[in-house]
């Protein structure tokens, strides 16, 4: 108080002075939190999934098939437990690369981007990502973002470095030159960003690894490398030796391409060589839009008429729809129709125009764009990702919330290596990127717990997830995914959503309960077996002693009677209950379901497999030094199965 | 069980002994004869590629007739196949072809064993699995007593023993495998009635008794044999810890059967005692297919009556009050169909759950302690004073 009589009152030009425009990069980094940098570990995370997602979006856009390598260096250890240390991660992919003009645009500055103004199926969506990781980093470490980028495979790459200008929103390159150093990749071009950053490294839930881990479930089509920081510094050179399995590309035996753990890198590999369909672009759905977004369309449209407006700047709008709209919004004192004017509508008018819009019965909007992942690719996926011995998986077909089109799948692995004791776990995707956070903030989860798993003889507790050996993944796809913020980690709870995933899991549950049982009818009829068999020796030793009959020979016939009986017991169940017949007959041959029993699989998605087997791995790896090293036992190495058809 | 000495011991009993053993003989064979056929059925149809498969009459209360006319409880037809492809009867179906095949093995060494040691004889560990022939010896009896039934023959017959219970004393001599018994000079602990009490292993011999008092527990029998009631009373004098044991049974039967002593019961006056001599007098659902062997249809019941209390002027401190269970098992007795045309039972029953209490024989020494045997059961004798 004492201060401000001191003070001159300040006057409106006093503090007009003050007032200036904040830049959208000054209220990101004081507000970091809003995009998913509240803390070093999740910086860690969304500096790497904002590249590996415009990756991936930017390859499959090329009509690339997607390798991409994730390295994470520790350039300074935490100094303790509490305090981030530094690091520098580098993303490489083999994507179409970026043409030298718009480096500084796309990763120079905050909302940039192709994917915003569009109604289209993309990862990212609204283009702040990857230059707010930059800017991040250099906020942290006074560090610019190092990229090369090769958009052209017959000439030189570019090496620029980039700073950023919170203030103005404006990037500034510190070096920009061309150079040769750039690492080969299978198409010739592509893009590598390095930021350093102070962060943490850290396995568990919601690491770095987890998320790639899922990215490659939910897309199968891409090959992700991941060097993490313990083995950055490992010596890659016997990596061929490791890689002998996956070459061996024998046509008889298909096999299980499965994530495996090298000395210095963990591979995710392919499983699926096809890209996703390409998305159409789409027009907004009337039922989609507000009343002050349709305004603003009014105002910047280019067109001049109605009935050209709502021709092209929406979808499904008939001109059957425009006459009725036009007529219910026309007064006594102005007629409106498909001719009239832009310019001549006011507010008071078009918001006329607005309810009658909301009012008529429009179709729902198309649905081409919506590209799913696949029920083949997810169970891909899934086999490469989960060590299970029961897949299947379900595609809905698309629905409609609020406008916006959708589509829901889910996948479902049971047993295994999966631990029993423990709730599902439940892997969560929106336009295939992960969901990591706030599980149980999102719609997808509260679907899993809506869902009665009983009925699919897993155990539940009231009001929670099933308990089991199970791993539940969700997908949902749509032209715009709702969101519960801006950092994207959990989808939003529309009824019409929750429905969708609710069906697609219980389509799911439907096939999973039905190989429980299944497998609980054979290993009963198997334990029934060993019973016979564990007491005929008993017994026949005592008919000897009684009768003086030979042993053997009434262990044999007794033995061939007990192999008699179970088999006839496991044929007069198929006879009598249809039910167990066609179920095992039906279970193997659907497409949708894979059963793995000792490393043996059902069904084609082998194919993929295979033609993946022939796949070239990177030869990057001749670049490096060669130096002889043993190779070393790794945690979770887990190469190739064998794996043979599963007779219907 | 020196069962070849006996033969060879010379002594003034040769004739009885020799034709005791040569039954015995005949009995092992025709025993030994029956298990063989048991399994020479399994090995038949296991070779010929059919369901081995024996039966096994059903011991259950559903499966036991009463048999008016002869006033025993008999086992009724009804059996139950016992299959070695059957989920729940393999394991069962080796346990008897194993015990089958041990008792084949006393028979052929002219040996006994008590259940106990037939648990142990076939007790091991199945080959190539943690699984062990036998859990306990409760799954062992069991199957012996599966085996008595399905092979026709008894407990005795198959050279198993129970654990003996029961003592005896009074004036009478037996001959126990071939050694002399003088139950009058059996001091204070008296003479232990063996399992086995069939002819080939005991002869009776100087009968010189007028009845046998039975009583329910040693307690009470240490009283009488204190205060030399036997001697007094010229009788016999046994207990049978309880419900008796098999050997008490048979021996009380032979007593009766074949030197007509009448059989007197002195029993607590609660449910356990009256199904107690429930089971002596008409014998019991268990071993209803032993009964024309062990029931003695004339028994009586001398007391404690219900009456008692008033009758001989008791305290109110003997009282025990009946319990819920005391109460439903009174009523289901009361309803076996052998209690239910017998009015003084019926009376009985109902004047003990009108009283609302029991009482133990012991409950009688609050008047004297020797009360029992000099007032209670003399004049209760002398009157006739029973109900059967």
């Given amino acids: 108080m004492a201060k401000k009589k001191s003070k001159p009152r300040a006057t409106a030009e006093s503090m007009a002075s003050k007032q200036r425009e904040i830049s959208v990069s000054e209220f990101f980094a004081k507000n970091r939190h809003l995009l998913g940098f509240d803390n070093p570990r999740k910086a860690l995370l969304t500096t790497i999934k904002e590249a590996v997602d415009n990756a991936l979006d930017a390859c499959e856009e090329a009509e690339i ?584 | 069980m020196a069962k070849k000495k006996t033969t060879k011991k010379p002594s003034g009993k040769k004739r009885t002994k020799k034709s005791a053993a040569s039954s015995r003989k005949e009995r092992d064979a025709k025993t030994a004869k029956s298990l063989e056929g048991l399994a020479e059925g399994i090995v038949k149809s296991a070779l010929s590629g059919r369901e081995p498969k024996m039966d096994v009459p059903t011991r259950s209360a559903g499966n036991t007739k009463w048999n008016k006319s002869k006033g025993i409880l008999q086992m009724g037809s009804a059996a139950q196949e016992r299959q070695l492809f059957n989920m729940g009867q393999a394991r069962k179906f080796m346990q008897t072809l194993l015990h089958g095949q041990g008792i084949s093995n006393l028979i052929e060494q002219e040996k006994t064993l008590s259940l106990r040691g037939m648990y142990y004889s076939g007790l091991h560990t199945i080959q190539g699995t943690k699984e062990k022939t036998f859990n306990d010896q409760t799954e062992s009896d069991g199957i012996l007593e599966d085996l008595e039934v399905s092979i026709g023959a008894l407990r005795e017959e198959l050279h198993v023993f129970a654990k003996k219970r029961g003592t005896m004393v009074g004036n009478i001599t037996i001959i126990d495998s071939g050694d002399t018994i003088d139950c009058r000079r059996m001091g204070s602990g008296g003479y232990a009635i063996p399992s086995i009490c069939e002819p080939d292993v005991i002869q009776f011999e100087n009968v010189e008794a007028d009845f046998v008092l039975h009583v329910e527990k040693d307690t009470v029998w240490q009283r009488f044999n204190e205060d030399k009631f036997w001697k007094t009373h010229n009788c016999i004098l046994t207990e049978g810890s309880g419900q008796p044991p098999r050997g008490v049974r048979r021996m009380l039967h032979r007593l009766n059967k074949e030197h007509g002593l009448p059989i007197i019961c002195l029993l607590d006056c609660d449910p356990w005692g009256h199904y107690i001599y429930s089971v002596i007098k008409q014998g019991s659902i268990s071993l209803a297919f032993e009964s024309e062997r062990l029931a003695i249809p004339e028994a009586k019941f001398l007391g404690i009556r219900a009456k008692d209390y008033e009758a001989c002027g008791l305290s109110d401190d003997v009282k025990i009050d009946l319990n819920d269970r005391d109460k439903t098992r009174a009523k289901q007795i009361a309803e076996y169909p052998w209690f239910a045309d017998r009015k003084q039972w019926q009376k009985e029953i109902n004047t003990m759950l009108r009283n609302g209490f029991k009482m133990e024989v012991e409950s009688l020494i609050t008047k004297d302690i020797s009360y029992v045997t000099e007032t209670y059961v003399p004049e209760r004798l002398k009157a006739e004073d029973w109900i059967s």
Wanted: charged share 30%.
């Fill in chain 1, 65 to 648: 098939l997607p390798d991409i390598e994730v390295k994470i260096e520790e350039l300074e250890a935490p100094p303790s437990p509490t305090k981030p240390g530094r690091y520098k991660v580098t993303i490489t992919d083999n994507g179409p690369g970026i043409v030298r003009r718009q480096v500084e645009n796309i990763f120079g500055k905050l909302l940039y981007g192709s994917k915003f103004h569009r109604l289209k199926m993309s990862r990212g969506q609204q283009g702040i990502g990857i230059s707010a990781a930059g800017m991040y980093g250099l906020m942290t470490t006074g560090k610019p973002m190092v990229i090369h980028t090769k958009p052209n495979k017959k000439k030189a790459a570019h090496h620029i470095e980039l700073a950023m200008d919170t203030s103005k929103n404006q990037p500034e390159v510190t070096i920009d030159v061309e150079t040769d150093d750039f690492p080969e990749t299978s198409t010739g071009t592509g893009t590598m960003v390095a930021i350093i950053l102070e962060a943490r490294f850290q396995r568990g839930k919601t690491s770095v690894e987890a998320y790639l881990e899922q990215t490659a479930i939910a897309n199968p089509h891409a090959k992700i490398t991941f060097i993490p920081p313990d083995k950055a510094s490992e010596d890659p050179t016997l990596e061929a030796d490791e890689q002998a399995p996956e070459s061996n590309g024998d046509e008889e035996s298909s096999e299980i391409v499965r994530t495996a753990e090298y000395a210095d890198r963990i591979e995710y590999p392919r499983t699926i060589a096809e890209l996703p369909t390409e998305t159409e672009e789409i027009k907004p759905h009337p039922y989609g839009v507000e009343l002050g977004n349709f305004l603003r369309l009014l105002k910047v449209t280019d067109e001049k008429q109605l009935a050209g407006f709502f021709k092209n700047e929406f979808c499904r709008v008939p001109p059957s729809v425009v006459k009725e709209v036009t007529k219910k919004a026309s007064s006594s004192k102005k007629t409106i129709t498909g001719q009239t004017y832009i310019s001549t509508i006011d507010n008071a008018a078009a918001e006329k125009l607005y309810k009658a819009l909301q009012d008529s019965k429009l179709r729902s909007p198309p649905t081409d764009c919506l590209a799913p992942i696949g029920v083949r690719q997810m169970l891909a996926g899934m086999l490469k990702g989960v060590q299970a011995e029961f897949y299947t998986a379900s595609t809905r077909n698309p629905a409609v919330y609020r406008g916006n089109p959708f589509q829901i799948e889910a996948a479902v692995a049971y047993g295994g290596d999966l631990p029993g004791d423990q709730q599902a776990r439940v892997i969560r995707f929106a336009n295939r990127v992960p969901l990591l956070y706030q599980q149980s903030a999102c719609c997808s989860f509260k679907s899993v717990v809506d869902t009665s798993w009983r009925n699919y003889n897993m155990s539940q507790p009231r009001g929670g997830s099933p308990v089991g050996p199970l791993v539940i993944m969700i997908h949902m796809a749509s032209v715009w995914v709702p969101f519960t913020s801006e950092s994207k980690e959990a989808i939003a709870d529309y009824d019409e959503i929750r429905k969708e995933m609710k069906l697609a899991l219980q389509d799911c549950g439907r096939k999973l309960g039905q190989y429980i049982r299944r497998r609980q009818k054979m290993k009963r009829e198997g334990e029934r077996r060993d019973v016979f068999e564990r007491y005929i020796g008993e017994i026949s030793r005592a008919c000897n002693a009684l009768t003086g009959t030979d042993t053997k020979e009434l262990y044999e016939a007794l033995m061939k009677q007990a192999k008699r009986r179970t088999e006839i017991a496991d044929a007069q169940l198929d006879e009598e209950g249809k039910f167990i017949k066609d179920e095992h007959g039906k279970l193997a041959k659907e497409e949708d379901v894979i059963i793995v029993q000792n490393g043996a699989v059902a069904n084609e998605v082998q194919d993929a497999a295979k033609q993946e087997a022939v796949a070239k791995p990177s030869k990057r790896s001749t670049k490096k030094s060669a130096k002889k090293k043993v190779v070393k036992k790794v945690r979770k190495k887990k190469t190739t199965e064998k794996a043979s058809l599963f007779e219907g």
